[in-house]
């Protein structure tokens, strides 16, 4: 099964070798038929810590690397 890549926007870089990344979705609402924007934030594994707040970035599945990381970034667009 291929990992899902995802593109958001950086929200903190405070911890070492972490972001954190929030994804916006957009979708119809099914009774409304009105567009909606739902957003989640996840938390990533930045290796080289590369990544500033309001970067844009993918970002990938991944094995657990802690209790709360389960992406990487892939990317910075």
């Known amino acids: 099964m291929p990992k ?6 950086v929200t903190s870089d405070k ?10 979705r957009r979708f119809t609402h099914p009774v409304l038929k009105k567009t909606i924007r739902k957003s989640k934030k996840y938390r ?3 290796a080289e810590n590369s990544c500033k707040v309001g970067d844009v970035v ?7 690397r802690s209790k709360m990381k389960r992406w990487e970034v892939v990317t910075t667009a």
């Open 4 to 9: 899902r890549i995802l593109q958001g926007t």
């Open 58 to 64: 993918r970002i990938q599945e991944c094995p657990p």
């Open 44 to 46: 990533a594994h930045d």
């Open 15 to 24: 911890n070492d070798q972490s972001v954190t990344v929030l994804v916006e």
